[in-house]
């Protein structure tokens, strides 16, 4: 299985717009609506791009090795 490299739709600043404007669009929906649940989507995908940019920012975790716990 091979991973493919992380290629952005847009930069995070374009991305936080697009996400306040696709929330402002599924707010003004009437609730459980087609427009509200095209928006519901939008705002999840976008939410999905903005995810794999802080997943870039945040450094591994350390892993520790067991056999240096009893060093």
């Not at 847009?10 to 696709?22: I, K, Y």
């Not at 999840?44 to 794999?52: G, H, L, M, P, T």
Request: no cysteine; proline share 7%; hydrophobic share 50%.
């Amino acid at each position: 299985m091979s991973e493919k490299a992380f290629t952005p739709r847009a930069d995070r600043p374009t991305l936080m717009r697009e996400h306040a404007a696709a929330r402002a669009k599924r707010a003004a929906a009437a609730a459980g609506s087609a427009e509200w649940r095209t928006a519901a989507a939008e705002v999840a995908a976008i939410e999905v791009e903005i995810a794999k940019f802080e997943a870039l920012r945040v450094p591994p975790a350390r892993v520790a090795r067991p056999e240096a716990k009893g060093k």
